[in-house]
């Protein structure tokens, strides 16, 4: 309970700290659209004000503060586009609303009487503090700032304002505050809930994403990542004027591998070299399994073929594999395919092909790479 009571005190402040960073972008377009509201209606109100007052024979002398209060709206209006904190903007509102309700006392005291329409004014001020989307701790200090300010101007002078005006005044005054404090209460468990389910869902949206994009077995992107986003990541490297090279790998003899040593040793041997190539390629650099014992690797950059070459090697000495394989060291052939450096006319299919013409051209022996030593044959079971 005091927990739940504690995070309606706070606008921006929610129980996970990564929700209150997501909350941030969301609540500061919200907060500029309420202080745009609360400007407009203020405006629009001085103006409906002054009409009264003009009618009842003191328009000229409400006629100065119409204009002071009408530039602090405009200001306010000005000022919301270039204030890039939540905060800051708060804290703006809250001078604005405060000055206003001064605006108002001097005016009343200058009339010697709280009319209807300063009144009306005076209620006004405490009813749109809910159009600010801040938390009950902001908006309790300013209803209690306006109350505080109404009831102490108008008791300060004895015999200014008449017992029926100021009783009238403070009813009013003080029923507003108690209804816009339980509005700005809900007000606030009722965005933040708002705020919280939005980010799970799109925290769902974005590991069902991950997993439709990646391979279960080594964390790797799948086929269909590079399908989505081939085409996006060259003319990305086209933009920034570095050639993408498309690697095609693939592990010799795996089918043989697995009769002999088994499946479970075929799969450890896939995970090592995706963890070999995340280890050791760039940062930018994209490992993809196409299927099977076929992956991919995009990345900027040059010595690509060195790169990758030293990864494979790397894994042709890994501990961990020769204690699955026995000793005898797993090679992976690669074929090497640059996309268009003008991003255009080369599709995925035609690197594909091109990368895939020399992988299995190394494969065939027109360009051996490194020798490759006989597996054991795996015992007949009896």
């Known amino acids: ?39 407009v209606l203020l405006l629009g109100l001085q103006f409906g004000i002054w009409i009264l007052e003009y009618r009842a024979g003191r ?6 503060t119409f204009c002071m209060l009408s530039l602090l709206s405009v200001h306010m209006l000005w ?11 708060h804290y703006l509102a809250m001078a604005y609303l405060l000055v206003y309700a001064m605006a108002t006392v001097l005016v009343a005291h200058r009339a010697g009487t709280f009319d209807i329409a300063l009144m009306a004014s005076a209620v006004m001020l405490i009813v749109v503090v809910p159009l600010i989307p801040w938390g009950l701790q902001e908006a309790a200090a300013v209803t209690i700032l306006i109350y505080t300010l109404f009831t102490a101007s108008t008791i300060a002078v004895k015999g200014r304002f008449d017992v029926e005006t100021l009783f009238t005044l403070q009813f009013l005054l003080f029923a ?7 509005l700005v209460a809900r007000n606030v468990r009722v965005r933040k809930h708002d705020i919280e389910t939005r980010y799970d869902l799109e925290q769902a949206q974005r590991r069902h994403e991950h997993l439709s994009l990646t391979d279960p077995l080594t964390g790797a992107f799948n086929r269909r990542f590079l399908d989505q986003n081939y085409q996006r990541l060259v003319e990305g490297a ?117 990368a895939d013409d020399e992988l299995y051209a190394r494969k065939r022996g027109h360009r051996p790479d490194r020798t490759q030593p006989s597996l054991p044959e795996r015992p007949q079971e009896t």
């Not at 000022?79 to 903007?89: E, I, P, R, W």
């Not at 594999?321 to 599709?347: C, K, Q």
């Open 79 to 89: 000022s919301v586009k270039f204030v890039k904190d939540t905060t800051a903007l």
């Open 1 to 39: 309970m005091f927990d739940r009571a504690k995070q309606l005190l706070s606008a921006t402040e929610f129980r996970r700290s990564e929700v209150t960073d997501y909350a941030r972008d969301l609540i500061l377009p919200e907060t500029r659209v309420g202080l745009l509201w609360l400007a």
């Open 176 to 182: 507003s505050a108690i209804i816009v404090v339980v």
């Open 238 to 354: 086209c933009a920034r004027e570095q050639r993408l090279v498309l690697a095609l790998l693939d592990v010799d003899r795996f089918k043989p591998l697995n009769d002999t040593f088994g499946h479970h040793c075929g799969d450890s041997v896939l995970k090592q070299l995706v963890r070999i190539l995340n280890e050791n390629l760039p940062g930018d650099s994209l490992v993809i399994r196409l299927g099977g014992d076929e992956f991919a690797v995009l990345f900027t950059g040059q010595k690509c073929e060195q790169t990758i070459d030293r990864c494979l090697r790397h894994l042709e000495t890994d501990p961990a594999v020769l204690r699955l394989t026995e000793g005898h060291p797993v090679t992976v052939s690669a074929g090497f395919a640059v996309a268009a450096e003008d991003g255009s006319g080369d599709t995925l299919d035609d690197a594909y092909r091109r």
């Open 59 to 64: 328009g000229e002398a409400y006629f100065y």
